[in-house]
Each structure stands twice: as C-alpha cells, then as structure tokens.
T-cell receptor, first 111, second 113 residues
C-alpha cells in the first residue's frame, strides 16, 4: 500500500508569484486535507476535499485554493505569495477509521 | 472553538526510562478523536496513537500509552522504555468526526543516552 506522497520537496519563490503543490493520497482514501506549519508551530488547517469538493476551510484567505481529482490526488494553489507564506505544507489523507495520515511535506520559502 | 494546549515546550528523558507528555483540550462535543503524532527532523508527521472519545479504555500501542480523562479534558502520552529514536516533536491533536484536525503547539522530546 502506497502512503501519502507530496511534490515538490522544496521550492523557493519570490513575493507576488504563484505556486502549486501536489499530493497523492493513500490508496483507498477519498478525503484530503491541507495544513500549513510555520516554523516552531503546530500545523494549521487550510482546507479539506472530499470527492472533488471542498467541504471544510480554515482561516485562510481566498488566494489559497485547491483541487481534488477523480483519483483523489489534490493540489494546493497559492496566489500572490507573501513572505508569511513561507512554511511547511502538509497533506493528509483520511482512512476509513477517520484517521489522518500525512505526507512528508513541501517546504516553501518566499523571498 | 476547540483548542489544544501542550504546556510543556520541551521534555527530556534518559534512555530506557519513562516520560509523560501532557495535553489538555477544550470542546463542547461528546464525539471526537484524540491523537498523538510524532514529527522527527525529517518532518514527516507520524501517527503514534489514536483514542476515540466514546471509549473509556485507554489506547495502547507497544511502548506508547495514553491516560484519557474525558471529564477533565486531558490526554497525556506515556512513553515507556524510551529509545533514542523517540526523540522528536510530539503533537497532540483533536478532531471531530469528518472535520479538521486541531493541533497543539508541540513538545520537543530529547532522549539522553
């Protein structure tokens, strides 16, 4: 069974640019959630997708958007990047026991 | 709003000894889950243990066990026979069914040889 994977591992962008992060959920998991983890803090919930529709959102502005595809993989898009967007972005897929399993994360640096 | 509090930013334990990490949470719900996740320097968030709120029995996974006190809204993690590989950030998390996860600020555990 393949776990949750994320790409890329690292990337560096400049303020004002746009970025797309990708996540492949664990086999059989149809719900994907995205979290932002700033340095030294716990993860903060961005949004969740279930069967290609957003069904929950945290306190993040609209420039954070996402997609889920028929194979349950997902993208996180961030427009108009700001310095404070620098963080580790974690993707998690949810099992049938309502437990979230996380990918290795994407480290985003905004200069 | 549900909040999760980890009052110990850092903890230290001698190899082979036992350590307990504290966590309290605030909720008005009765049906929810509690989790402990481990995050080593590799950054991958790894599930350590899971507790369903309606189950009175404390969860156990090998050397890891919890003390779940629902009325007190307390959920501590006990690590027995600590190993060097247990060194990591530990996050306590709360989740209502089919909802987002709320994390504490984390406890950094150091294991001394």
């Amino acid at each position: 069974e393949t776990g949750v994977t994320q790409s890329p591992t690292h990337l560096i962008k400049t303020r004002g640019q746009q970025v797309t992060l990708r996540c492949s959920s664990q086999s059989g998991h149809n719900t994907v959630s995205w979290y932002q983890q700033a340095l030294g803090q716990g993860p903060q919930f961005i949004f969740q997708y279930y069967r290609e529709e957003e069904n929950g959102r945290g306190n993040f502005p609209p420039r954070f958007s996402g997609l889920q595809f028929p194979n349950y993989s997902s993208e996180l898009n961030v427009n108009a990047l700001e310095l404070d967007d620098s963080a580790l972005y974690l993707c998690a897929s949810t099992s049938s026991t309502d437990t979230q399993y996380f990918g290795p994360g994407t480290r985003l640096t905004v200069l | 709003a549900q909040t999760v509090t980890q009052s110990q930013p850092e903890m230290s334990v001698q190899e082979a000894e036992t350590v307990t990490l504290s966590c309290t949470y605030d909720t008005s719900e009765s049906d929810y889950y509690l989790f402990w996740y481990k995050q080593p320097p590799s950054r991958q968030m790894i599930l350590v243990i899971r507790q369903e709120a309606y189950k009175q029995q404390n969860a156990t996974e090998n050397r890891f066990s919890v003390n779940f006190q629902k009325a007190a809204k307390s959920f501590s993690l006990k690590i027995s026979d600590s190993q060097l590989g247990d060194a990591a950030m530990y996050f306590c998390a709360y989740r209502r069914r089919n909802n987002d996860m709320r994390f504490g600020a984390g406890t950094r555990l150091t294991v001394k040889p």
